[in-house]
């Protein structure tokens, strides 16, 4: 008797566990259709399509000149001697062969004060050697400090001008100084220093 009763238990568990999935599974939302005009009223979702190369933008080739430069000390003290370097590189287009080196080339090195008008200083020149760089001396004589140099190089490869930028900071840690001809003073909120 208590086996009888303990079979029809486990039935009517597993029928309503049963009843359960069936119901939790018609409650769910179905995926949504989606139809195609195209393939005459066929299901599209299943068909791979080919990419057409006439629709798609070229991907675009790796320059065949490079140009670079970087400063042999980003934080020189006021009156320290730096040296910007300039590297030239031939590539590949196709990038199946490494860069090789632009010896000989004439290169163009520039200063922008950012700001620090009391910085002057000529365009310098140099010519890159046989591994395609070329080191350019600067004697700095900034007296202004922690006021951003910006360097532009320009470098001239079959007819093309191809230019670079990169900086330095005469001593960073010391606070902006004044700059020629400032009389006014700072005031809080506007960033002061220039009387504006």
Not at 22 to 27: H, K, R, S, T
Not at 44 to 70: E, L, Y
Not at 78 to 93: K, L, W
Not at 127 to 153: H, K
Request: hydrophobic share 35%; net charge neutral.
């Amino acid at each position: 008797m208590i086996r009888v009763q303990a079979r029809r238990l486990g039935l009517l568990f597993t029928s309503l566990f049963l009843i359960g999935i069936a119901v939790v599974a018609c409650a769910a939302p179905a995926a949504p259709a989606t139809s195609s005009s195209s393939n005459n009223g066929n299901n599209a979702n299943n068909v791979f399509h080919t990419p057409d190369p006439n629709q798609q933008s070229p991907t675009p080739t790796f320059p065949g000149f490079t140009v670079g430069a970087w400063p042999s000390n980003y934080s020189p003290g006021n009156n320290d001697n730096i040296t910007i370097y300039v590297i030239c590189r031939i590539q590949d287009p196709t990038m199946q062969t490494p860069p090789k080196p632009a010896p000989g080339l004439h290169v163009i090195v520039s200063f922008t004060p950012a700001g620090n008008a009391a910085f002057n200083q000529s365009p310098l020149t140099g010519t890159t050697g046989s591994d395609g760089i070329a080191a350019v001396p600067l004697q700095l004589s900034d007296p202004t400090s922690g006021v951003p140099i910006i360097v532009q190089v320009s470098v001239t490869y079959q007819g093309v001008t191809y230019t670079a930028e990169t900086f330095f900071t005469p001593n960073p840690q010391a606070k902006p100084t004044p700059t020629a001809g400032s009389t006014g003073t700072a005031t809080p909120g506007n960033g002061g220093g220039n009387g504006h």
